[in-house]
């Protein structure tokens, strides 16, 4: 029997009525965001926190986040009332957004340790929400559910540290464990700080909690934007509110380390068998999240916080644009092979140059990894992300040699000028912040993860792991979504 098709019809603009709920909040939001703008002007101005009986406290994390989220949240919000226009559920979609951008807002800013954890709480149940709009697909649904359970898992680890703290230090906010962290025994700071940490990798999907990211993508493209470019970020404000207690003892910010990095690998080399836009993008944030999470590990939490605002304008980007990321190609002629290969020796010097010449300026516009130690590593990830954007910009067939090359380092490196004032900004704003101001000191593990960034670097970009095909079926198995969350018929996208 032959399955009928339903022709796809394009989408009428959005009447009055229909897009009054979307509008008021499209509105409101950016009205938070002019907000945002004044309250982080005034940090910058006076240097003062902002404390509201202990429940709330408004610091220089606070005002940089609110900016943030409150920005990605208009755009997304933006582009949604024309996105979603006709679907039937679109009030209930932009009143969980508003319930996401809400707990996000109370969580930045939440000193009480009950309150951050009922933040984190509905954050995460509100993002499943998102996730599993589409009432109609089942592979919805499962994705929610998944999602959900990841989530409900990381308050759950939230809910024991925190717990644990309050039984030890009789302490119930923030700032109050901050302060009597000093006093607490080893054990009792490792069960801690570990469970932190895992709280930190269910948020931000690394591996081996990616699962439930890669398996996200039933949910509408806007909400996929604000998941990467916002939801995935908590991670990484859990670390910075909680720099004391992940700090307190030696083997902790070195387990981070660790733990990024393999992450991070292995994110980059997930991206390489994904066969769609939005599944290279969600190993991409893996990725990043992982460099975050190092970041935090080697004591550079104004970089951490630095590199989740810039990725989140990154992802937001390139999530809202995904549709036009389709790529049409036909076979290579051997006269084009034969140019490609006599231009890739120039390509390697120009991006070799230019990722080389992009951390020595970070490093000598915030003088990190100038006098040794762990800003070392600090600015090989500068490197790193210097080396695979403008490999990005000189792959880009579409455009003469020429402009290839020259356009290499004139946006790579005003834009490390850009990212190393935005961190010199962030790192004054977080100088009050107890836990946030002292670099881990290099140790020979230190140089043992830098040395296999190398490697795998190099062997990704050569092309030298397609060498094993054992490696690249367990790549496929590790990078494969969870059953049940694929979309296997495509009339189910009408």
């Known amino acids: 029997m032959t399955k009928e098709h339903t022709p796809v019809e394009p989408l009428s603009p959005p009447t009055t009525d229909d897009d009054a709920l979307p509008r008021a909040l499209t509105r409101l939001v950016w009205a938070l965001w002019l907000a945002s703008v004044v309250v982080l002007g005034a940090r910058l101005w006076t240097g003062a926190d902002l404390t509201l009986g202990g429940v709330l406290r408004v610091d220089g994390l606070t005002a940089v986040m609110w900016v943030a989220v409150t920005f990605f949240s208009g755009v997304v919000y933006s582009y949604s009332r024309r996105y979603m226009a006709g679907d039937a559920n679109v009030d209930r979609f932009f009143a969980t957004l508003a319930a996401f951008t809400a707990s996000v807002l109370v969580l930045v800013s ?80 490792l069960a801690v700080g570990g469970a932190l940490v895992l709280a930190a990798m269910v948020q931000s999907a690394l591996v081996p909690f990616h699962r439930w990211l890669l398996s996200s993508m039933t949910a509408p493209t806007p909400a996929s934007a604000l998941m ?48 769609d836009v939005k599944g290279a993008l969600g190993c991409s944030t893996v990725g990043q999240m992982s460099f975050m999470l190092m970041q935090a590990g080697l004591g550079f939490f104004a970089a951490a916080l630095t590199h989740l605002v810039l990725h989140g304008f990154y992802k937001a980007y390139h999530f809202l644009s995904a549709g036009g990321a389709v790529a049409r190609e036909a076979p290579e002629t051997a006269t084009e092979r034969s140019a490609e290969r006599s231009s890739s020796a120039v390509t390697l010097l120009v991006v070799a140059l230019t990722g080389l010449v992009g951390g020595g300026v970070f490093a000598l516009l915030t003088g990190e990894g100038t006098e040794g130690g762990s800003g070392l590593l600090l600015v090989l990830l500068v490197v790193l992300t210097v080396l695979q954007a403008a490999r990005d910009v000189a792959a880009r067939a579409d455009l003469p040699a020429a402009i290839r090359y020259a356009g290499v380092p004139l946006v790579a490196l005003p834009a490390i000028g850009v990212y190393a004032g935005v961190y010199t900004v962030v790192h004054g704003l977080l100088a009050g912040l107890p836990g946030v101001g002292h670099p881990e000191p290099l140790t020979p593990v230190h140089g043992v993860v830098a040395a296999a960034f190398l490697v795998v670097y190099l062997a990704v970009e050569t092309g030298l792991y397609r060498c094993s095909a054992r490696l690249y079926v367990a790549l496929l198995n590790a990078a494969r979504p969870s059953a049940g969350t694929l979309l296997t018929d495509t009339e189910d996208y009408q």
């Open 110 to 189: 939440a000193d009480h340790l009950l309150v951050f954890l009922a933040a984190w709480t509905a954050m995460g149940l509100a993002m499943a929400r998102l996730i599993g709009h589409v009432d109609d697909w089942e592979s919805a649904h499962a994705s929610a559910a998944l999602a959900r359970r990841y989530f409900l898992g990381g308050s759950g680890l939230l809910a024991l540290a925190f717990g644990a703290l309050w039984w030890t230090t009789g302490a119930t906010t923030v700032s109050g464990v901050a302060a009597a962290i000093a006093t607490l025994p080893e054990s009792v700071v």
């Open 228 to 275: 990467h470019a916002g939801f995935v970020n908590a991670g990484g404000v859990l670390l910075v509110r909680f720099a004391p207690v992940v700090t307190a003892d030696d083997a902790l910010p070195l387990l981070v380390v660790l733990i990024g990095a393999a992450s991070a690998l292995t994110g980059k080399l997930l991206k390489t068998v994904q066969p």
